[in-house]
């Protein structure tokens, strides 16, 4: 991964889990799942574990403004 796809934070790779981003969100895991599936939101699958960056989730929430 280049350095421009990983948001870091205390020189750690910050990724949050679907629970977390819906806890962000205020939405439920269950729309979080859908965007993944979409492609909406930007995410990576670590095995069976879905996982978005920090920077994605900011990305989706600019291009998503209205």
């Known amino acids: 991964m280049?350095?421009?796809l990983v948001a870091?934070?205390?020189?750690?790779?910050q990724f949050l889990s679907v629970?977390?981003?819906a806890g962000c969100l205020g939405v439920s895991t269950a729309l979080?799942?859908?965007?993944c599936d979409?492609?909406?939101l930007?995410?990576?699958r670590v095995s069976n574990a879905i996982r978005v960056q920090v920077g994605d989730l900011v990305a989706y929430l600019r291009s998503n403004r209205s």
């Open 42 to 44: 930007t995410h990576v």
């Open 8 to 13: 870091v934070v205390d020189g750690q790779c």
């Open 19 to 21: 629970r977390e981003v």
């Open 2 to 4: 280049g350095p421009a």
């Open 32 to 35: 979080v799942y859908r965007l």
């Open 38 to 40: 979409l492609g909406e």
